[in-house]
């Protein structure tokens, strides 16, 4: 590889999210450097992901099937429904190991100004499902951004008539939170989701 093709590699990895050209360029010489042990390796599965990665026809998660092993098991039929923008989201909460039911990945939120509506973000597949899959409890995990609430409160309307309960995560003070560190809106949340001691 001649010296180009080593910046064009710089260059690449430079785009994603959280590497910035330093950072990038770190990478790049730690993977030159052990070559077998790290840049070939990530090659071959880099090119076999790049193959077999797809979305899951029932959630909109990443898998390397046409159905991801969530919505695969059994187990995991319980009725709820959790409501995400983005797949990174529902990585995020099967990490915290908190929720053993089943997604929806909206893949986004709605934006009048980039030309979201409901139907790119396939809400009214997310209604055809709760309906189809009797849920019971329908979880909107969504971020605390106007954008976010926006969707929240669109997906709410659209599943009213639904007899699933229509519930969203808690907001406020973060565990181990200072007050003194908050920002205003999450003061405001945290003091009208307050509950009795």
Request: overall charge negative.
């Amino acid at each position: 590889m001649d010296d180009t093709g080593i910046e064009a590699l710089i260059g690449l990895m430079a785009r994603l999210p959280g590497l910035g050209p330093r950072s990038a360029r770190r990478a790049v010489l730690a993977m030159l450097k052990k070559r077998q042990q790290l840049m070939a390796p990530l090659a071959q599965s880099l090119a076999e992901v790049a193959l077999a990665a797809r979305d899951c026809q029932i959630c909109g998660n990443i898998s390397t099937a046409d159905i991801c092993p969530i919505c695969a098991n059994p187990a995991r039929a319980t009725g709820e429904i959790c409501v995400v923008e983005d797949v990174a989201d529902l990585w995020a909460l099967e990490r915290a190991g908190a929720f053993r039911g089943r997604y929806h990945v909206l893949g986004g939120t709605l934006s009048a100004l980039d030309g979201i509506g409901p139907d790119e973000l396939g809400i009214p597949r997310l209604v055809a499902r709760v309906a189809d899959e009797n849920a019971t409890e329908i979880i909107l995990a969504l971020n605390a951004t106007v954008d976010g609430q926006t969707t929240a409160h669109y997906i709410a309307d659209a599943l009213a008539a639904a007899p699933a309960q229509i519930t969203t995560l808690a907001q406020g003070v973060p565990v181990g939170g200072e007050l003194d560190y908050l920002d205003d809106g999450t003061l405001g949340a945290a003091l009208r989701a307050r509950r009795r001691l």
